[in-house]
Antibody
Framework: QLQLQESGPGLVKPSETLSLTCSVS??????????WGWIRQPPGKGLEWIGN???????YYNPSLNSRLTLSVDTSKSHFSLRLSSVTAADTAVYYC???????????????WGQGTVVTVSS | QSVLTQPPSVSAAPGQKVTISCSGS????????VSWYQQLPGTAPKLLIY???KRPSGIPDRFSGSKSGTSATLAITGLQTGDEADYYC???????????FGGGTKLTVL
C-alpha cells in the first residue's frame, strides 16, 4: 500500500526558503499514470494547489507561486521535494504531498495523501 | 475567492439526502474531470469521487458525483453523523494552467 510522508522544518523565518520533502514508500514513482503533487491549507481556510511533478522532472506550478517555487524529484531515493523562496506569513499552512492519478483511469484526482506537516512562517 | 464556487455550508438530518454544488466555467469543470474530497477535522483530505462520477474502492455508494455543463454535484444519501466534514471539489483549468479546488463546504448532520 502506497504511503506518503512529509518532512521538513516546522518554523521558517520571513524572507527565507521553505524546504519540504515527501518520501514515497510501498510503490514506485516511475509510472506513466501518476504525477506527484503538493497542496497546502492555511489555518482555517481551504485547500490550495501548489504544483505537480512527473517522475521525469516535468512540472506544473500554480501561477501565483511560480516565481518562488521549485519542485524536484529523485526517483532513486523515492522522494520529491518543494522549495518556496521569500516566504511571508501568508505561506503559513499545513502542507500536504499527494499522488495525482491522471487520465481516464485515474480521473485526474489526488488519490493518496500524506498526513500533512505544519509550517509556520515567523521570526 | 475561489474560481470554483461551493456553498459555505449545508445541513440535513440523519438518513436524509444532501447535495453539494461546485460551479465553475468552460475552461475547468466543463472540459475536465472533477474530483471530490472529504476532510474530517484535523485530518488529511480523502478522495471520495474521481473522474467526475467514479468511486474509489471502499467508498460506499451513498456518495455519488455528477456533472452538467459548468457545474458539478456531490450527492450523499442516507446521511450519518460520521459524514460531518468539509467537502472540496477539484479540477484542472485549461486557461489558467493550474489545478483548482473549491472553497469547501461544511456539512452538518443535524
Amino acid at each position: 500500500q502506497l504511503q506518503l510522508q512529509e518532512s521538513g522544518p516546522g518554523l521558517v523565518k520571513p524572507s527565507e526558503t521553505l524546504s519540504l520533502t515527501c518520501s514515497v514508500s510501498g510503490g514506485s514513482m516511475r509510472s506513466s499514470i501518476y504525477y506527484w503533487g503538493w497542496i497546502r491549507q492555511p489555518p482555517g481556510k481551504g485547500l490550495e494547489w501548489i504544483g505537480n511533478i512527473y517522475y521525469s522532472g516535468s512540472t506544473y506550478y500554480n501561477p501565483s507561486l511560480n516565481s518562488r517555487l521549485t519542485l524536484s524529484v529523485d526517483t532513486s531515493k523515492s522522494h520529491f521535494s518543494l522549495r518556496l523562496s521569500s516566504v511571508t506569513a501568508a505561506d503559513t499552512a499545513v502542507y500536504y504531498c499527494a499522488r495525482l492519478s491522471v487520465g481516464s483511469t485515474g480521473g485526474d484526482a489526488f488519490d493518496v495523501w500524506g498526513q500533512g506537516t505544519v509550517v509556520t512562517v515567523s521570526s | 475567492q475561489s474560481v470554483l464556487t461551493q456553498p459555505p455550508s449545508v445541513s440535513a438530518a440523519p438518513g436524509q439526502k444532501v447535495t453539494i454544488s461546485c460551479s465553475g466555467s468552460n475552461s475547468n469543470i466543463r472540459d475536465n474531470y472533477v474530483s471530490w474530497y472529504q476532510q474530517l477535522p484535523g485530518t488529511a483530505p480523502k478522495l471520495l469521487i474521481y473522474g467526475t462520477d467514479k468511486r474509489p474502492s471502499g467508498i460506499p455508494d451513498r456518495f455519488s458525483g455528477s456533472k452538467s455543463g459548468t457545474s458539478a454535484t456531490l450527492a450523499i444519501t442516507g446521511l450519518q453523523t460520521g459524514d460531518e466534514a468539509d467537502y472540496y471539489c477539484g479540477t484542472w483549468d485549461n486557461s489558467l494552467h493550474t489545478g483548482l479546488f473549491g472553497g469547501g463546504t461544511k456539512l452538518t448532520v443535524l
